[in-house]
């Protein structure tokens, strides 16, 4: 159980209750009502009730208000479609109603780091609960040791303190502390109004230099962050806020990538500046990340791949990037060469979260991008084969590659549609793309927390040829 809040709190509850198919024909587009009073007394006194046409399960998503630390009496009624119950007021559960537990933790910058800079991101991560859940994510600093806590003040205004929504990140300006250790936390508030009572925090030290990690601006007025990454390390992960819009950019590189200690480097480029390059047609996602090692080193060592996240901006949920005519689920992660543009390997497309992502062996200039539309007319065969394998709450698709268009001629995929429903057999929505969740150039696709909200889900996947023609 979550930790109770003091009476007199608001809490709510979620009435959640099915009757069995099969069961019980006489109760077809009936109801059942699941009804609670404060206990022990045998009085019920308050309804939730959800109507559901047999042999489906009824379920009541309705929510009631309900006070942390009372006792309450739960139990289920059938009602008739003339409004009669069973009468039935035995079959009771009691229990204790309690907060539901939310918390945040910072994941940049790392414990013991050394930083420096007038925009050091400070970034957090929900690690516990539902971000539906979340209020607001507050950034708090102290000197290590002891004493109060005090808000961070915000070096952006695009990035207030505290953030009311995900990714959940200010910038910080380190340059005006004084040298020392300081711990920092993030506070998690629920929509219920209530803060995380026990938030964890990590110790980081102010430097004027040999830091471990530095964010600021470069002669370009360009948000840069600078940060110290090794041969051994499994946490070599670089998160740079952006300066402007409310998303962040995020670097792994894997363990033995590096062929010595070094300092990883990440611009977010103006596209004014980094654009150019563009060839006329291509639609773009105006991002442009300029990643490099201090080191020199050309490509990863020993065959591995650095994986890079680049987010983009779709405030008005409709499918086209802001400020440009480009449809997202058209987008690649591409890499520049200093002559053409690349795809990068395993480019896949969050379209929820609004993210491109990638694998390269080599740090360049990277951008999502869209080329244009090849003259085919023939869509590709349908999608076979398709499974799915669930670790925690994570879920990994994969299927067969399609190699052929639907008259049996040769087939060149750009990318899958991944289509996402609540009941079987749904239609994807080809069209506004109003169910689709991503988009993969390969066969296969990641869904962090994919089976994390307890709701049933089928998916269905199509393959997207040159020509953006889309199969069945």
């Keep these: 159980?979550?930790?109770?809040?003091?009476?007199?709190?608001?809490?709510?509850?979620?009435?959640?209750?099915?009757?069995?198919?099969?069961?019980?024909?006489?109760?077809?587009?009936?109801?059942?009502?699941?009804?609670?009073?404060?206990?022990?007394?045998?009085?019920i006194t308050a309804l939730l009730q959800a109507s559901g046409q047999y042999p489906n399960p009824c379920r009541s998503d309705n929510v009631q208000s309900l006070i942390v630390g009372a006792t309450y009496l739960f139990g289920i009624r059938a009602f008739d479609l003339g409004g009669q119950n069973d009468g039935n007021t035995t079959v009771t559960i009691g229990t204790a109603a309690c907060a539901p537990s939310l918390s945040a933790a910072i994941k940049s910058p790392k414990t013991g780091e050394k930083i420096r800079g007038?925009?050091?991101?400070?970034?957090?991560?929900?690690?516990?609960?539902?971000?539906?859940?979340?209020?607001?994510?507050?950034?708090?600093?102290?000197?290590?040791?002891?004493?109060?806590?005090?808000?961070?003040?915000?070096?952006?205004?695009?990035?207030?303190?505290?953030?009311?929504?995900?990714?959940?990140?200010?910038?910080?300006?380190?340059?005006?502390?004084?040298?020392?250790?300081?711990?920092?936390?993030?506070?998690?508030?629920?929509?219920?109004?209530?803060?995380?009572?026990?938030?964890?925090?990590?110790?980081?030290?102010?430097?004027?230099?040999?830091?471990?990690?530095?964010?600021?601006?470069?002669?370009?007025?360009?948000?840069f962050a600078a940060e110290g990454v090794t041969v051994v390390s499994t946490a070599n992960r670089l998160v740079v806020g952006d300066d402007i819009h409310d998303n962040v950019t995020q670097v792994w590189l894997p363990q033995n990538a590096l062929s010595s200690d070094t300092t990883c480097t990440a611009v977010i480029a103006d596209p004014a500046l980094a654009g150019g390059n563009v060839p006329s047609g291509w639609g773009t996602a105006l991002q442009f990340r300029e990643i490099s090692l201090a080191s020199g080193q050309a490509a990863m060592a020993n065959g591995q791949l650095s994986t890079i996240e680049i987010p983009f901006d779709d405030s008005d949920n409709n499918g086209i990037v802001d400020g440009t005519t480009t449809p997202k689920w058209n987008l690649a992660l591409y890499s520049w060469d200093g002559a053409t543009w690349t795809p990068a390997a395993s480019s896949q497309v969050d379209t929820l979260q609004n993210i491109v992502r990638g694998q390269t062996?080599?740090?360049?200039?990277?951008?999502?991008?869209?080329?244009?539309?090849?003259?085919?007319?023939?869509?590709?065969?349908?999608?076979?084969?398709?499974?799915?394998?669930?670790?925690?709450?994570?879920?990994?698709?994969?299927?067969?590659?399609?190699?052929?268009?639907?008259?049996?001629?040769?087939?060149?995929?750009?990318?899958?549609?991944?289509?996402?429903?609540t009941v079987p057999n749904f239609a994807p929505d080809k069209t506004n793309h109003t169910n689709l969740i991503g988009t993969s150039a390969t066969p296969t696709f990641f869904q962090a927390n994919g089976a994390g909200d307890l709701v049933k889900y089928f998916y269905l996947v199509t393959a997207v040829d040159m020509g953006y023609n889309e199969g069945n």
């Design 1 to 43: 159980a979550a930790t109770t809040l003091a009476p007199g709190q608001a809490a709510q509850l979620r009435c959640h209750f099915e009757y069995v198919a099969g069961g019980y024909p006489e109760m077809t587009g009936n109801s059942l009502a699941a009804k609670f009073a404060t206990g022990p007394g045998p009085t």
């Design 118 to 223: 007038a925009e050091v991101t400070v970034y957090a991560e929900i690690t516990h609960g539902s971000l539906s859940d979340v209020k607001q994510v507050r950034f708090q600093y102290r000197p290590s040791g002891g004493g109060s806590w005090s808000d961070m003040a915000p070096a952006s205004l695009y990035h207030p303190n505290p953030d009311p929504a995900s990714p959940y990140f200010i910038y910080w300006d380190v340059n005006a502390l004084p040298a020392g250790n300081y711990d920092i936390q993030a506070v998690a508030t629920h929509i219920l109004g209530y803060d995380d009572p026990t938030p964890q925090y990590i110790t980081v030290t102010v430097v004027s230099s040999s830091e471990d990690l530095l964010e600021d601006r470069d002669g370009s007025n360009q948000h």
């Design 361 to 421: 062996s080599h740090f360049t200039l990277f951008a999502p991008l869209a080329q244009p539309a090849s003259s085919d007319t023939v869509p590709p065969a349908a999608v076979t084969n398709l499974k799915m394998a669930r670790s925690g709450s994570d879920i990994t698709f994969t299927w067969d590659p399609v190699t052929l268009d639907v008259n049996g001629s040769a087939e060149t995929i750009h990318h899958y549609n991944i289509y996402r429903g």
